[in-house]
């Protein structure tokens, strides 16, 4: 099982319920996408391999390959022209959401969790993991 990511080039509407919608159909399309993969998302890939090298970095035979927290590879592959995806191992996923996030969002990039089914824009206040206090009721 892994944690997965949507990555945003275009503005989505401010409305989450029809940025989800209009995410729908950048998914529809981003299979098909045969176009240049976007340069923000190679850059923002290249980020983020610094820290966490891609799974296809590893030889087969390295030990090493259990740890990284990327559950495909190669990232690049999950890229297009309009949107990418990351998928992460589950286990890692809080760990490297945060990195993901801060990466994307200095680029331009909207993050979409469908896990959590949030929406991070570009400029948004960062609210990752906020947990109200056990004795707040609202």
């Given at each position: 099982m892994s944690f997965t990511v949507d990555?945003?080039?275009?503005?989505?509407?401010?409305?989450?319920?029809?940025?989800?919608?209009?995410?729908?159909?950048?998914?529809?399309?981003?299979?098909?996408?045969?176009?240049?993969?976007?340069?923000?998302?190679?850059?923002?890939?290249?980020?983020?391999?610094?820290?966490?090298?891609?799974?296809?970095?590893?030889?087969?035979d390295d030990e090493e390959i259990e740890n990284c927290p990327w559950a495909d590879g190669p990232m690049l592959g999950n890229f297009a022209s309009e949107m990418g995806m990351i998928a992460v191992v589950w286990s890692r996923a809080d760990e490297l959401f945060p990195f993901i996030l801060e990466k994307a969002l200095a680029l331009?990039?909207?993050?979409?969790?469908?896990?959590?089914?949030?929406?991070?824009?570009?400029?948004?206040?960062?609210?990752?993991?906020?947990?109200?206090?056990?004795w707040k009721f609202w």
């Open positions: 990555l945003i080039i275009p503005t989505l509407p401010e409305n989450d319920k029809a940025a989800w919608k209009y995410i729908e159909e950048m998914r529809e399309r981003y299979y098909e996408d045969k176009g240049e993969k976007s340069p923000i998302l190679i850059k923002l890939h290249d980020e983020l391999i610094v820290r966490y090298p891609c799974l296809c970095s590893y030889k087969e331009g990039i909207t993050v979409a969790d469908g896990q959590s089914e949030k929406i991070y824009r570009p400029g948004d206040e960062l609210k990752i993991n906020e947990k109200k206090p056990w």
